[in-house]
């Protein structure tokens, strides 16, 4: 089955400065990966999503970015705020069934 | 505002108690999620409903009993739990199956 795994554990950046997660995978069949937001005590919140069509999407000042040769992809914040702190989980999957696999998640703190 | 919608938000029970726990979506989805969630972990996998029957079962245990009435519902029936079964538990629903998945707020159990 799938593996995915997450790097860093924890990040700290400085209001305005860029944040980078990174996720790599091991199924190459895996086409789907999405990045959700989770909050102390909230749900995981959708962020951006990225299929294996396309190399980079962006939303503001959200961008991902997948390599699918090397099997990995990034989650690139810029112009960091306190509200961006939570934890980041990436998640791979494949349109033949409907299993998300998730990595061990970022926590991400912002220093004012 | 949640589109997903879990209840209860808290439950404590013993270990000989049978409780249920509840998940309703109305946009119109047609694939449901069960969701375990440790502190600090990522959301992991237990149960996936397609169409209304059960598609995915990751080998949970048997005190852990899911019922997929129409396709707006999804319940956890609950049976002689163990103290290791206290967690978040995410209910998701995705449209069609293999797209991104939308999750409630959880209900957070406690098993004294």
């Known amino acids: 089955g799938e593996n995915v795994e997450q790097h860093p554990s924890t990040l700290s950046v400085q209001e305005g400065d860029s944040a980078v997660i990174k996720c790599t995978y091991s199924d190459s069949a895996s086409n789907y990966f999405p990045w959700y937001k989770q909050e102390l005590g909230k749900r995981p919140q959708l962020i951006i999503d990225?299929?294996?069509?396309?190399g980079e999407k962006k939303d503001q000042r959200i961008a991902v970015t997948l390599n699918k040769t090397a099997k990995h992809f990034s989650l690139h914040i810029t112009e960091t705020q306190p509200e961006d702190s939570a934890v980041y989980f990436c998640?791979?999957?494949?349109?033949?069934?409907?299993?998300?696999?998730f990595g061990t998640g970022t926590r991400l703190t912002i220093i004012p | 505002d949640t589109e997903v919608t879990q209840t209860p938000k808290h439950l404590v029970m013993g270990m000989t108690n049978k409780k249920s726990l509840k998940c309703e979506q109305h946009?119109?989805?047609?694939?449901m999620y069960w969701y375990k969630q440790k502190a600090k972990k990522p959301p992991e996998l237990m149960f996936v409903?397609?169409?209304?029957?059960?598609?995915i079962n990751e080998s949970v245990p048997s005190r852990f009993s899911p019922e997929c009435p129409n396709s707006s519902l999804l319940n956890l029936h609950l049976h002689a739990l163990q103290p290791e079964d206290s967690a978040l538990y995410l209910c998701a629903s995705s449209h069609p199956p293999r797209e991104t998945q939308h999750f409630g707020d959880g209900t957070r159990l406690s098993i004294l």
């Open positions: 409903y397609s169409y209304e029957k059960l598609s």
């Open positions: 998640a791979g999957g494949d349109f033949g069934n409907e299993k998300l696999t």
């Open positions: 990225i299929r294996s069509n396309v």
């Open positions: 946009m119109g989805h047609r694939a």
